[in-house]
């Protein structure tokens, strides 16, 4: 790109929520930038639409028509863009103008966060296993949990499509008749969190996700979402940063 196409990084950069104008003059400086594998310099065009820009190793979505959002999926509510049984969908509750599509599953009885976008290459990081993104829920389950299960959970359950990888998983309430547990998985199997709960004898009766990576449900009502700031979406694309 000649020194004339093009607009400066640190307007690009600027307009995507990362700071001012010169504030990433001095992350240019630093060296903190690269375009393309390339270390930035200060007065370098880019082209958003075409050229890769990271800060600090991790990718910036630079595309204006990127749209972001963060939902709290009621249960009831199907995980997909169309269903042919009739059932209210994703995109039914998440109606934006632009084509979107949800990140991820969560099953129809399943309530809490979701991420609905058109970033394919999120979409991929969220997704596929080799990014191993933490996901956390809350469950509600039959029955008093010790700790030999918490443990057994943890350390992983061997289910019909093979075993789990290792959780976080940790007590968070007695109730009436159950308990509250809190556990974060870094796999996407169907219905996984259910799955495991079942196999050592504690079925879910209510089961909500609370996070996606460091992205966090907080005071969202079911139903309801919002978009996501530039922060969030940075911070999104660093968790799923392979190690």
Do not use: C
């Amino acid at each position: 790109m000649s020194d004339g196409d093009g607009e400066r990084l640190q307007k690009v950069l600027a307009h995507a929520g990362l700071g001012s104008r010169r504030a990433v003059e001095e992350m240019i400086t630093a060296g903190r930038i690269r375009v393309n594998g390339v270390q930035a310099e200060l007065g370098r065009r880019i082209d958003p639409e075409k050229d890769k820009v990271e800060v600090d190793g991790s990718v910036v979505p630079l595309r204006a028509d990127l749209v972001y959002y963060l939902l709290n999926k009621p249960e009831g509510v199907v995980t997909t863009a169309a269903d042919p049984e009739g059932r209210p969908t994703v995109l039914d509750v998440v109606d934006v103008g632009e084509r979107v599509w949800p990140v991820g599953r969560l099953d129809i009885g399943s309530e809490g966060a979701l991420i609905v976008t058109n970033d394919g290459d999120l979409t991929q990081r969220l997704t596929h296993p080799r990014y191993h993104v933490p996901r956390t829920y809350v469950a509600h389950v039959q029955g008093a949990v010790g700790h030999k299960v918490l443990m057994k959970l943890a350390r992983g359950i061997d289910l019909d499509d093979g075993p789990t990888a290792p959780a976080r998983v940790g007590l968070v309430e007695r109730l009436p008749g159950g308990s509250l547990v809190e556990i974060t998985i870094t796999e996407g199997r169907n219905r996984q969190v259910r799955r495991m709960f079942e196999a050592v004898g504690h079925p879910v009766t209510r089961l909500v996700r609370r996070a996606i990576g460091p992205l966090e449900l907080g005071r969202l009502k079911p139903g309801d979402y919002r978009r996501l700031s530039p922060s969030e979406v940075q911070s999104l694309y660093r968790a799923s940063e392979t190690k």
